[in-house]
């Protein structure tokens, strides 16, 4: 093949700070709205390619091709499905016969809560509209990608699609099936410590469980987890893009903190999955560091990751080593720009 044909694009993933689950109560509940904070990293998906008459995908050792017209019985596959959905969505939308796809490069993370899955969706979007020169708007691109997640059995909502907007912190509010977008200016760098927890989460899962909580019958249980979703999830967005914008570090800490102690009160109950035994621990263990600020879960939730906030980059380096030392996990280091 012509290199000189090869587009090439990079998609970030995302941090949720706060705020998760919300996106999909508000596709839920029409008279509720979602609220969230997300960061996008400088951690993602590399991707180059070029037209094709057939559709064909590489990652390291793993490959698959297809005829356009045979993708949508390989969109239970479990490691492509994200993958063929993308380019199912796209090829039916936009007639396109077929694409040449290498992820040449990845350094974002698989399933540990920071939107892998949408990423690669976004990233394929992105990579094809700029081949066939389909100009594809932003937010169109994120509304393809949340239909290529969605078909492949997916609950999720729209926050992780965000990832399209490029780093960056963003206030998301959703309303039904509609997302309003603002950046936050942060006066200064946020720095964060993203920890591999070295265990097995299953979002899909977590979704499921939670989505069938929400929607069931009335009752103690329902008021908790609504309670939560529905108002003391959104009150401490609020306070923590008050702090954000005041470069309040301390403050955004102990509301993160908060915030996850709350979650755990209302939301376990309903997922095995979310009691994640590991990011517990380590939570216990980070709460005798004083250099830590906050300590909470990622994505979803569960045994996947871990978020830290420190106040700056060296103590931050000192957690990592600690952190390698004690546990022997990968550490990222992530900052707000």
């Known amino acids: 093949m012509n290199n000189s044909a090869f587009c090439k694009v990079f998609t970030p993933g995302r941090l949720c700070l706060l705020g998760e689950h919300t996106d999909w109560v508000a596709l839920i509940s029409k008279d509720n709205y979602g609220h969230a904070i997300i960061c996008n990293l400088n951690l993602g998906i590399y991707l180059r390619g070029c037209k094709s008459n057939h559709f064909f995908y590489k990652f390291g050792r793993k490959s698959i091709y297809s005829d356009t017209d045979n993708l949508k019985n390989y969109i239970n596959d479990d490691f492509f499905s994200y993958v063929i959905a993308t380019f199912y969505v796209l090829s039916t939308r936009y007639s396109i016969p077929g694409v040449y796809i290498d992820c040449y490069k990845m350094t974002l993370p698989m399933k540990k809560g920071l939107s892998s899955s949408a990423a690669i969706c976004v990233a394929i979007i992105d990579l094809c509209s700029k081949i066939y020169n389909l100009k594809i708007p932003l937010k169109l691109q994120m509304e393809l990608a949340f239909e290529a997640e969605i078909l492949t059995g997916s609950k999720c909502g729209k926050m992780d699609q965000c990832c399209a907007l490029g780093?960056?912190?963003?206030?998301?509010?959703?309303?039904?099936?509609?997302?309003?977008?603002?950046?936050?200016?942060?006066?200064?760098?946020?720095?964060?410590?993203?920890?591999?927890?070295?265990?097995?989460?299953?979002?899909?899962?977590?979704?499921?469980?939670?989505?069938?909580?929400?929607?069931?019958?009335?009752?103690?249980?329902?008021?908790?987890?609504?309670?939560?979703?529905?108002?003391?999830?959104?009150?401490?967005?609020?306070?923590?893009?008050?702090?954000?914008?005041?470069?309040?570090?301390?403050?955004?800490?102990?509301?993160?903190?908060?915030?996850?102690?709350?979650?755990?009160?209302?939301?376990?109950?309903?997922?095995?999955?979310l009691k994640a035994p590991l990011l517990h621990n380590f939570i216990d263990c980070m709460k005798h560091h004083s250099d830590v600020f906050a300590c909470k879960g990622v994505g979803s939730q569960g045994d996947g990751f871990a978020q830290m906030l420190?106040?700056?980059?060296n103590r931050a380096r000192e957690i990592i080593r600690f952190v390698k030392r004690k546990y022997g996990y990968q550490c990222y280091l992530i900052t707000s720009e």
Do not use: R, W
Request: hydrophobic share 35%.
């Open 310 to 313: 420190l106040i700056d980059e």
């Open 167 to 273: 780093t960056g912190v963003y206030d998301l509010k959703f309303y039904d099936d509609n997302i309003v977008i603002n950046p936050i200016h942060v006066p200064s760098k946020l720095f964060f410590v993203l920890v591999d927890l070295n265990g097995n989460k299953n979002t899909t899962k977590i979704l499921s469980d939670l989505n069938k909580a929400y929607v069931g019958d009335k009752g103690i249980l329902n008021n908790s987890i609504k309670q939560f979703l529905n108002q003391i999830s959104n009150y401490y967005v609020d306070q923590v893009i008050k702090s954000l914008k005041s470069n309040d570090i301390k403050t955004i800490g102990q509301l993160l903190n908060a915030y996850q102690m709350l979650f755990d009160e209302h939301l376990t109950q309903y997922c095995d999955e």
